[in-house]
């Protein structure tokens, strides 16, 4: 039985190998420098081939391939010269065909065909002198719930892209970081960034040999189209030009001129409200401060939501409060929540976390859906005094009787008895200086 199987596979290779061709012919990708290039056919047929070879050209491209027919002998090559003289305007970031080569022959079996390509890449003439300014690598950093490749809405991001000089001093270099999505468009604006330079960071001179790192920090914005995106980065010399001096290309990325990234719609229903930048202001407390929570309420699901109930809970603190968002919270959206309350009498100093939480799907008069998961805001109590020292002149009611009469009646006949006798406290203290400064006086005349 193995024999027979063993037989039958190896008339399937034989098969195979006698029905594919031996003509072939290379591929080739034009970039913004090199327009012009030189490509091999070769047969590797057991006779000679007369061939032909047809350009299909993609519209708005004008492409040529010469020869286009010749006779080849078996075992031997011939070069094709291929010129791209016109490329159409408006063209980003990415890979476009530019043509497909048909090579055929008197032999019908003995065929091919090749890809001819055009790359836009994010350096305007492409990776320029990398041995002079390079890109050492790029480190993606995901934060929130989803992966460097996997992006979900809201996630923090960041993009560390290092850059390397060569043998010479390079001024005024820059990073820029870019995000095409499937359509071509760079939508690197769309993102909500954290550094204050966002897509685009200055990091001046460079000796030679120095490093330096560029970092991207943002978030995935709530309204982010779910697609498959391109992340590209590239460092240049504002002094030297891009066209001169630029690399755009690292070993770090996916295809190692960009980082494919898909960003993923939220499908878990527990989780299509969610809260973002959520703070007390201020932090640091003492027990009766009052305070302020901030908090963004964004809608990352599939349905527009007509309310939202939004709750604050802490049983340390004895907050239960709640607020509706009533206007209504759209897919995408976001709205702006505060919560105010007092720190209470009888927490201890430590830090706490308060709870927000959130109901929505909201139908027939009550709300389907709550959020799977809490968020929580911490807030640090720093001090809380058992026994506070009360001044004698408020009048207000002291709550707290324990130890505080004595304390009080103490300070009050002391207070009392100095603002009483005040004249004498400071005639004497003028004498016992004059007294002081008599014996020093004396004491200088009696060495002399």
Known sequence: MIAKNFVFVLLAAILTLSFASALTIDSYSFNNVNQSASINVANNYNESLAVSVTPVTTSGFTFSATPTSFNLAN?????????????????????????????????????????????KSFCKNGAVNTSNLSIYSVKITNDGIGKKDEWHLLDNITVDV??????????????????????GKNVVGDL??????????????????????????????????????????????????????????????????YQSISVKEETDKGKYILFDNSAASPFDVTCGDSVVLNTNVYNVGRNDESKVKVHLI?????????????KGL??????????????????????????????????????KQESDDDTLVPIKVIACAKNPVINVQDNSTNTDNTDNTNTDTESSSFSSIFKGNSLIWVIGLVNLILIILIIIVAVKVARR
């Open 192 to 257: 909500i960034f954290s550094n204050s330079d966002e897509q685009t960071i200055d990091l001046g001179d460079f000796n030679n040999g120095d490093k330096d790192t560029a970092s991207f920090e943002f978030n995935v914005p709530a309204d982010m189209s779910p697609d498959d995106y391109k992340l590209v980065v590239k460092t240049y010399s504002k002094k030297t030009g891009e066209s001169s001096l630029c690399d755009d290309v690292s070993s770090d990325l996916s295809d190692n001129t």
């Open 330 to 367: 759209n897919k995408g959206d976001n709205s702006r929540v505060s919560f105010s309350f007092v720190v209470p009498s009888n927490v201890t100093a430590k830090t706490y976390n308060l709870r927000l939480s959130s109901e929505y799907d909201y139908r027939n008069s009550q709300y």
């Open 162 to 183: 290092r850059v390397e000089a060569g043998d010479y001093d390079v001024k005024d270099v820059s990073v820029v970081m870019g995000l095409y999505d499937s359509s």
């Open 75 to 119: 075992g031997s090559n011939q070069a094709l010269t291929l010129a791209l003289t016109n490329v159409p305007s408006g063209l980003t970031f990415g890979t476009y065909t530019v043509a497909t080569l048909n090579a055929a022959s008197n032999v019908s079996t003995q065929n091919s065909s090749s890809t001819i390509s055009y790359v």
């Open 314 to 326: 802490s049983t340390d603190f004895n907050l239960d409060q709640s607020y509706e968002i009533t």
